[in-house]
């Protein structure tokens, strides 16, 4: 059986780019689900899958964010690996994806885990944005400020992996991957007829293709200051690229809980390496080579 993921809301679980991808289970939050069947549920994904990997925004509610600690301390589990991700939730849901298409490769639980932190990395995250005057996520100069009153401004803001902030229709584009990437887009609101992330970027960018989502996650209004955004997500679909990457990096044993991983700390029970066993904290080896235009 493939290692269970696990999204803390279902605007997160994204479908697959091409072939059959195991879905990721939904875990509820507190308001919306008792503590006893919430333990029930995770308890199931655990005698089913052996461990268990849950990602969600690092924005999430504190009580939500409680309430997955609690479910793991009541069942005593050290194979519940719980994974706060500083990146927008759309970015969330497709690394979420990623982890679901490498979930039944030969990759161990601890591995597996792991690999959230080092392919977070090559995810180029952002969106457009009618108004940057929330925005807390990156330093926004005081000219963007003041053109956010502005009648009928627009801003693109990359978060990730390097901040970028470009006024939209300046002729400015971010800077994009040099990897083969495939874009995930999710709007708040229907295509316009003329539209800057998949008219400008996408090209500019050389995406492999496409994915509009419906609807922009719930949770996208509140990480991004506003409720009128258009989200997207370039990032690397192909599961055997994947693979390669993390399986590319060395391996460590937990001092602790004895899994395997890769990077500098362990996923499910966060013990640092010890000092002389890694020589670098985890981060890109280096970029994948960009696939032909078309292919």
């Given at each position: 059986m493939p290692i269970a993921i696990a999204v803390t809301s279902s605007d997160l679980v994204l479908p697959p780019p091409g072939g059959p991808v195991p879905t990721a289970a939904v875990l509820q939050p507190p308001e919306a689900?008792?503590?006893?069947?919430?333990?029930a549920q995770a308890g199931a994904l655990l005698e089913r899958c052996g461990h268990l990997v849950v990602l969600y925004p690092d924005s999430?509610?504190?009580?939500?964010?409680?309430?997955?600690?609690a479910v793991r301390s009541v069942l005593e589990s050290d194979r519940v690996a719980l994974l706060p991700v500083a990146l927008p939730p759309l970015s969330v849901g497709v690394l979420a994806r990623q982890?679901?298409?490498?979930?039944?490769?030969?990759?161990?639980?601890g591995v597996l885990a792991c690999a959230a932190r080092l392919l977070a990395?090559?995810?180029?995250?952002?969106?457009?944005?009618?108004?940057?005057?929330?925005?807390?996520r990156v330093d926004v100069g005081l000219g963007?400020?003041?053109?956010?009153?502005?009648?009928?401004?627009?801003?693109?803001?990359?978060?990730?992996?390097?901040?970028?902030?470009?006024?939209?229709g300046a002729g400015e584009l971010p800077a994009g991957p040099g990897f083969a990437t495939r874009m995930t887009v999710a709007r708040s609101r229907p295509r316009a007829t003329e539209d800057w992330v998949t008219d400008a970027v996408a090209p500019h960018w050389r995406v492999q293709g496409v994915q509009e989502i419906l609807p922009l996650p719930a949770e996208s209004r509140r990480w991004?200051?506003?409720?009128?955004?258009?989200?997207?997500?370039?990032?690397?679909?192909?599961?055997?690229?994947?693979?390669?990457?993390?399986?590319?990096?060395?391996?460590?044993?937990?001092?602790?809980?004895?899994?395997e991983l890769i990077g500098?700390?362990?996923?499910?029970?966060?013990?640092?390496?010890q000092r002389g066993e890694g020589?670098?904290?985890?981060?890109?080896?280096?970029?994948?080579?960009?696939a032909p235009a078309g292919r």
């Amino acid at each position: 059986m493939p290692i269970a993921i696990a999204v803390t809301s279902s605007d997160l679980v994204l479908p697959p780019p091409g072939g059959p991808v195991p879905t990721a289970a939904v875990l509820q939050p507190p308001e919306a689900q008792p503590l006893e069947d919430a333990v029930a549920q995770a308890g199931a994904l655990l005698e089913r899958c052996g461990h268990l990997v849950v990602l969600y925004p690092d924005s999430l509610a504190v009580a939500y964010v409680h309430r997955l600690h609690a479910v793991r301390s009541v069942l005593e589990s050290d194979r519940v690996a719980l994974l706060p991700v500083a990146l927008p939730p759309l970015s969330v849901g497709v690394l979420a994806r990623q982890l679901r298409q490498l979930s039944v490769s030969d990759l161990t639980p601890g591995v597996l885990a792991c690999a959230a932190r080092l392919l977070a990395h090559y995810i180029y995250a952002g969106a457009q944005l009618a108004s940057v005057a929330r925005l807390d996520r990156v330093d926004v100069g005081l000219g963007a400020h003041v053109a956010s009153l502005l009648p009928g401004a627009r801003f693109g803001v990359v978060v990730n992996p390097a901040p970028q902030v470009v006024r939209v229709g300046a002729g400015e584009l971010p800077a994009g991957p040099g990897f083969a990437t495939r874009m995930t887009v999710a709007r708040s609101r229907p295509r316009a007829t003329e539209d800057w992330v998949t008219d400008a970027v996408a090209p500019h960018w050389r995406v492999q293709g496409v994915q509009e989502i419906l609807p922009l996650p719930a949770e996208s209004r509140r990480w991004w200051g506003t409720p009128r955004a258009v989200e997207f997500a370039a990032a690397i679909p192909d599961p055997s690229v994947l693979y390669q990457l993390v399986a590319s990096v060395r391996r460590e044993e937990c001092h602790w809980c004895g899994l395997e991983l890769i990077g500098d700390r362990c996923g499910f029970c966060a013990a640092p390496v010890q000092r002389g066993e890694g020589d670098r904290a985890i981060g890109p080896p280096g970029a994948p080579e960009r696939a032909p235009a078309g292919r």
